[in-house]
């Protein structure tokens, strides 16, 4: 008992106390005042992104499953800004108690990889818990441009250097890293045009004030439906479903994929039994939102890829993608600076 207790050590007062009056028990149990974590204590999920956006949806769709299996209620919160390093530095620097966690996507939450973002926390900041989401990409064309394939935008491009632009939400960010490795598989040069905001961005590719923009197949779900957006290519490993016509990138001879992921992650520095506990719970509240027909229904519709990941998974797929942006945003950074 001794020994254990001297291995937590003493974390103020209040444990202190504990320590000496009832023996060494568990931060688990020290959260709720005594009781089992998490107790009748709500947990707040700190959403990076506006309230109705593809991320916010998919984590509102999968919150009541993830209250029951977790046994409290999960209260999401829209903390938007900066591209979302005001919720991850708000996480960064939350209370490791388990009522404090959040959604990173993956490899949008790399903007620490680029200093000039000044971003206050690094991929050992957070502990991962398990990623419920992959999203396939997309290359997208306004409709009132006449290319109809991939082939024929290249073609233009390649006869066009410097002229044709591709729409990015921000320079350094996770389509200006796409686009990157885009005009890098089909030698091409494209003019990067950086915007606030997603919105932005979609607004000035209807309207046809930019050529293409790379995302996600839920960011021109709702355009590509009325036929303003046409898909040229798809960044996926196989054709999209309700896109079966689009030739993948890799089927014409273009090696560029695009990877996207959501994952839900809790500050660094957890109590091991919090953390089993959050995992199972997003493990299972993952597995009895698959096996309901109307959440699938409601993924599918938007576009998602809708599966689970546990947190080994999220630790091998964050640091192979934070040693591709290391390499990649100098590059990007270079290009925003001849704008």
């Known amino acids: 008992m001794i020994g254990t207790c001297m291995r937590l050590g003493v974390v103020g007062t209040a444990l202190a106390v504990s320590v000496a009056l009832g023996g060494c028990s568990s931060l688990s149990e020290n959260a709720t005042g005594g009781g089992e974590y998490p107790g009748d204590k709500p947990v707040t999920f700190l959403m990076p992104y506006t309230a109705g956006g593809s991320s916010d949806l998919l984590v509102r769709a999968l919150q009541p499953y ?40 993956l490899p949008s939450s790399l903007a620490y990889v680029d200093p000039d973002k000044k ?6 900041s957070f502990q991962p818990l398990g990623a419920i989401n992959r999203f396939r990409g997309i290359v997208a064309a306004s409709a009132n441009r006449g290319w109809e394939d991939l082939g024929a935008f290249v073609a233009e491009a390649k006869s066009k250097p410097g002229v044709l632009t591709v729409g990015v939400d921000g320079l350094t960010g996770d389509d200006h890293i796409a686009a990157l490795k885009f005009m890098q598989a089909t030698g091409t040069d494209l003019k990067v045009v950086p915007f606030d905001s997603g919105s932005e961005k979609l607004i000035a590719l209807v309207g046809g004030q930019i050529d293409v923009s790379l995302g996600t197949v839920p960011t021109f779900k709702a355009q590509l439906d009325t036929g303003e957006v046409r898909a040229l290519a798809a960044l996926d490993e196989e054709p999209i479903p309700g896109l079966e016509s689009v030739p993948t990138a890799r089927s014409l001879g273009y090696d560029v994929l695009w990877d996207s992921y959501n994952v839900v992650t809790a500050p660094a520095g957890l109590d091991p039994d919090v953390q089993k506990k959050l995992e199972d719970a997003l493990r299972q509240a993952s597995e009895a939102a698959a096996a309901d027909p109307a959440f699938v229904d409601k993924m599918e519709a938007g576009g998602y890829v809708f599966t689970y990941e546990d947190a080994a998974w999220v630790d091998d797929t964050w640091a192979s993608l934070e040693t591709e942006w290391k390499q990649l945003v100098p590059l990007a950074r270079q290009q925003g600076q001849g704008r």
């Open 66 to 105: 993830f209250s029951e299996k977790l046994g409290t209620d999960v209260v999401v919160e829209n903390k938007v800004g900066a591209g979302g390093q005001v919720a991850l530095t708000e996480l960064a620097n939350a209370n490791p108690d388990g009522y404090t966690i959040g959604l990173t996507n």
């Open 119 to 124: 971003a206050s926390y690094k991929r050992d």
